[in-house]
């Protein structure tokens, strides 16, 4: 059963919890209030294609932390300088996922900056 919980201490601490949260899954209802329930198990195993894409979001996260800072700083700067609201990692994995070398190219020259790739 779902359990409303008090909306003004999360809002007053500028908190505004959506999805699982520990053992609960939570969301704002249209009025506005955090409603919040026990997180439910899967109701089935994982597909083949889950498991692919959870291991390429795995690979992708530790080889942005292979990088050497200088690297990640880079990526970090290309993506404030290229006027999208987005973060260096995102931009990184957004490469991993697509090697659009051609999108990468024009940002490169957009920015000026040259990417680790």
């Known amino acids: 059963m779902a359990q409303l919980i ?7 601490l500028g908190f505004r919890p959506t999805g699982d949260l520990g053992p609960l899954t ?22 083949y294609y889950q498991i692919r894409q959870r291991n390429r979001f795995r690979l992708i996260a530790r080889l942005w932390n292979a990088m050497t800072a200088e690297q990640r700083d ?8 290229s006027g999208a609201a987005i973060a260096g990692y995102t931009l990184f994995a957004w490469y991993q996922l697509k090697h659009d070398t051609a999108a990468i190219a024009t940002l490169q020259r957009q920015t000026h900056v040259t990417l680790p790739l």
């Not at 008090?6 to 007053?12: D, K, N, Q, S, T």
């Not at 969301?27 to 109701?43: E, F, L, Q, S, W």
């Not at 880079?74 to 404030?80: D, K, L, S």
């Open 26 to 47: 939570i969301y704002t209802d249209k009025r506005g209030n955090i409603v919040a329930y026990p997180k439910a198990p899967p109701k089935e195993p994982p597909t």
């Open 74 to 81: 880079r990526w970090n700067t290309c993506a404030n300088h």
């Open 6 to 12: 008090g909306a003004f201490l999360p809002r007053m």
